[in-house]
């Protein structure tokens, strides 16, 4: 999966990763645009070239997920089977 680099410094700005706790959430923020840089670089070196890229920057999380499931030849997300219940 990929964002392009706006998309992501605006999913990263508008994250909360800790609701009522604004500096935790912050540091995670801050954490996350320092790995900005390592990310475009692996992205440059290995990821587009050797891999199948989705590009998220405009999708939506649904299809962002119809789009995983379509490269993986599948339609619907696999569903865990209910348990099964001895019978009395």
């Known amino acids: 999966m ?9 999913r990263i700005t508008a994250s909360w990763e800790l609701p009522g706790d604004a500096a935790r959430s ?4 801050a954490y996350r645009r320092r790995r900005v840089p390592d990310y475009q670089q692996a992205a440059t070196d ?3 070239a050797d891999g199948h890229v989705i590009d998220t920057s405009a999708l939506t999380p649904e299809r962002t997920v119809q789009a ?3 490269q993986l030849h599948l339609t619907a997300p696999a ?6 219940t001895p019978e009395t």
């Open 79 to 84: 569903r865990p089977r209910p348990a099964e």
């Open 68 to 70: 995983a499931l379509t």
């Open 26 to 29: 912050e540091a995670v923020r």
């Open 46 to 48: 290995w990821l587009h």
């Open 2 to 10: 990929h964002t392009a680099p706006a998309a992501l410094q605006e």
